[in-house]
């Protein structure tokens, strides 16, 4: 029998490793804000953001962090009746508010049946000690990950997408939060404007020499009703987007260049198509990444092909 070894690791090794069970994320809504919203750090947001494409049909702000889980365990059980839940803090700054009302709503989470973990995703620079210290102690019980909204490992870039923080900032949260033994992810974007290939790929670079255990990428996507649509409209010359192959080569580009261990959660989002402009694949998750596992394996190609540590870039 031929085994098939992945090209890449992917999340579900990395749930095989640490649960004896299924484990299913449940996006939650918490009602929270963004400092880069609320006049804190800016106003309006991030250019690319418009955060109706994060929420499922179950979160509704309305509703308590119960009731959306409850609806998620009742969606995802159709298909699979013996299942474990992380309850996915998602939409905006989930840690963006008072530390007593942050343990109010992660504990409330926690303590649905069948919860046995949090996924927390957050800003770099809204991560203070005190919140760390209360997660170091949860993950002595739980499973916890802190997810962090990275998005480019080029100051320019975060500049010119009005994201309210610089690299460094995410540099030391990722640092800080590692340390502490909490599982640490970072999400980027590829194909930011103005950003090229050789770019593209200083970030798999950039980012090797962090401590995350997890990475989600996913393609610009323009979305109606925010800046970068507007800028499109104005300067289409300073956008790139991407055919689905093309993309499929940069992503695949992209992670030869990165540490090998480093989980890669997913390669795509889809936003919801009412609100999407460009670019429009007509692609499923899942027919997605058939294609790329494809064109892999024709480029005989696997995760940390190309990657070089620092310690070896020393010794040459």
């Not at 064109?295 to 620092?310: A, L, M, N, V």
Request: aromatic content about 12%; overall charge neutral.
């Amino acid at each position: 029998m031929i085994i098939k070894q992945n090209r890449y690791k992917n999340l579900s090794e990395l749930f095989k490793e640490l649960f004896p069970y299924k484990v299913q994320k449940i996006s939650i809504n918490a009602g929270f804000t963004c400092p880069n919203r609320d006049g804190k750090k800016g106003f309006g947001g991030c250019t690319y953001c418009n955060n109706q494409t994060f929420s499922p049909e179950y979160c509704h702000t309305d509703e308590s962090i119960s009731s959306q889980i409850e609806k998620g365990i009742k969606f995802f059980s159709r298909k699979y009746h013996e299942m474990k839940y992380l309850a996915y803090f998602q939409a905006y700054t989930n840690t963006y508010e008072e530390l007593s009302v942050l343990k109010g709503k992660y504990e409330e989470a926690l303590a649905y049946p069948n919860v046995v973990g949090l996924i927390v995703g957050t800003r770099p620079d809204c991560m203070p000690n005190s919140l760390l210290d209360y997660l170091e102690e949860l993950s002595k019980n739980h499973f916890v990950m802190v997810e962090y909204g990275v998005e480019s490992t080029c100051d320019e870039t975060l500049n010119y997408i009005n994201r309210g923080h610089n690299f460094e900032c995410s540099c030391d949260a990722i640092r800080r939060t590692a340390q502490r033994g909490i599982i640490t992810g970072a999400h980027m974007i590829l194909g930011l404007p103005g950003e090229d290939r050789d770019m593209i790929i200083s970030h798999a670079e950039n980012l090797s020499r962090l401590p995350i255990t997890t990475l989600k990428l996913h393609q610009l996507q323009l979305i109606k009703q925010t800046k970068m649509a507007r800028q499109y409209k104005e300067s289409p010359e300073k956008f790139h987007i991407y055919r689905a192959e093309e993309y499929i080569d940069l992503a695949i580009d992209f992670i030869e260049h990165l540490r090998p261990d480093i989980v890669i959660e997913r390669f795509i989002s889809q936003s919801p198509k009412e609100l999407l402009i460009a670019p429009d694949w007509g692609l499923k998750n899942f027919e997605f990444t058939a294609l790329l596992d494809k064109r892999i394996e024709q480029r005989d190609s696997f995760q940390g092909k190309k990657y070089i540590s620092d310690k070896h870039r020393a010794e040459d």
